[in-house]
Nanobody
Framework: QVQLVESGGGLVQPGGSLRLSCTAS????????IGWFRQAPGKERERVSC????????SYADSVKGRFTISRDNAENTVYLQMNSLKPEDTAVYYC?????????????????WGQGTQVTVSS
């Protein structure tokens, strides 16, 4: 079955860094768009970043541009989100999601496969 497994969340001080991992099982990522989403209590879920595995197109929310980087390791069937210069407002549950598509973009909806989420807390 299709499954996404996330790891890498935790507690970090402002200015620190974390790297989130999303590993797919039951399918290969070649023809998928992969997105990282986050949701904080009382706020709407937002797409932080995404990547088209086949075409390499990437996208970032304005709030994280210059601080977050999405990347992929095709051999490991894994997508990463490197988060630097973290701020308290980055605190949220982060989700990895996938969407099968032939389109050359990851700016699509709805993503139909979701990981379990991993908590990121940025606090001093």
């Amino acid at each position: 079955q299709v499954q996404l497994v996330e790891s890498g969340g935790g507690l970090v001080q402002p200015g620190g860094s974390l790297r989130l991992s999303c590993t797919a099982s039951g399918f290969t990522l070649d023809y998928y768009a992969i997105g990282w989403f986050r949701q904080a209590p009382g706020k709407e879920r937002e797409r932080v970043s995404c990547v088209s595995i086949r075409y390499g197109e990437t996208s970032y929310a304005d709030s994280v541009k210059g601080r977050f980087t999405i990347s992929r390791d095709n051999a490991e069937n894994t997508v990463y989100l490197q988060m630097n210069s973290l701020k308290p407002e980055d605190t949220a549950v982060y989700y990895c999601a996938a969407l099968a598509t032939s389109a050359p973009t990851c700016r699509l909806s709805p993503y139909n496969y979701w990981g379990q989420g991993t908590q990121v807390t940025v606090s001093s």
